[in-house]
């Protein structure tokens, strides 16, 4: 379910002596020790609370002594040593650290804490020569745009009503980037580099309203009307407009599959 593994990104603009660390992944010593030795780190931040993104984050401010931050307070911790702030991510926060502007941009849905970084370089200085793109600006998108496939809505507080919210957000923020005549760079929590971010985000709501239609076919097909908001959905619907939708997928996704169904079948509740 991580595609090719999870990535971290080691953030700095040229001749910064320190870096931002982003997501440092799961608790493998090897490439937390890789990492820390990219320092001196002065802020690990952290895109959302899945373990595959933070499972190594208590290990890596042992290594490094660098505070922590996310949306979630349990991810937050003040570094050995005087830097940035600690304390829970806000959305629209701008953070000027490592030679680079940092905001901070909530798009919940995937799961209810997950942000996105907008990363650029701070204000008078050269956008394209701090990131390294044409546009002067990337994103860091956690698991609300992934480099391969679409992200899974995830149980329990995955939520379709705000993922569709968040990615109207995030092409209107990417659409508005001063200087963005080049497409925008997006950098995903797994799978490759995104080379059109705004094209991939107008496409991945495009294929949300056709998964949508086709939840809809299947209930109608089922004859299964929908319980009322607020009551439990049933297992049984649950498995029977999974296997309509999905009968293509490997039977290895099919769980990650239920758990968009049910974020599909909640919003079509709170809808109609």
């Not at 001196?40 to 490094?64: C, K, Q």
């Not at 701070?122 to 992934?146: C, F, I, R």
């Amino acid at each position: 379910m991580t595609l090719d593994g999870t990535r971290s990104y080691v953030l700095r603009a040229p001749g910064a002596p320190g870096c931002v660390v982003v997501d440092p992944g799961p608790g493998l010593e090897p490439h937390l020790t890789a990492l820390a030795d990219a320092g001196p780190v002065e802020l690990v931040l952290v895109t959302h609370r899945h373990a595959d993104h933070t499972g190594g984050l208590a290990r890596f401010r042992e290594l490094t002594g660098a505070p922590s931050r996310g949306v979630l307070p349990e991810f937050c911790a003040d570094g050995r040593s005087t830097g940035p702030r600690s304390g829970p991510l806000a959305d629209g926060e701008v953070l000027e650290v490592a030679g680079l502007r940092i905001e901070v941009l909530a798009t919940p849905g995937h799961t209810a804490d997950s942000v996105c970084l907008v990363v650029s370089a701070p204000t008078g200085e050269s956008p394209g020569e701090a990131t390294g793109t044409a546009s002067g600006t990337v994103v860091l998108t956690g698991d609300t745009v992934l480099g391969r496939g679409t992200t899974v809505l995830a149980e329990p507080d995955g939520s379709l009503g705000h993922y569709l919210a968040s990615l109207d957000r995030l092409a209107s923020r990417v659409a508005g980037l001063d200087g963005a005549t080049s497409p925008v760079l997006g950098l995903p929590g797994h799978g490759p580099v995104v080379d059109d971010l705004g094209a991939v985000v107008r496409a991945y709501r495009e294929h949300r309203q056709e998964r949508l239609d086709q939840v809809r076919s299947a209930l109608t097909a089922l004859d299964a009307p929908l319980p009322r908001a607020g009551t439990p959905l049933p297992d049984r619907l649950l498995d029977e407009v999974t296997r309509a939708v999905y009968s293509d997928v490997d039977p290895s996704v099919l769980p990650a599959a239920r758990s968009s169904v049910r974020a599909q079948l909640d919003y079509l509740r709170d809808v109609r």
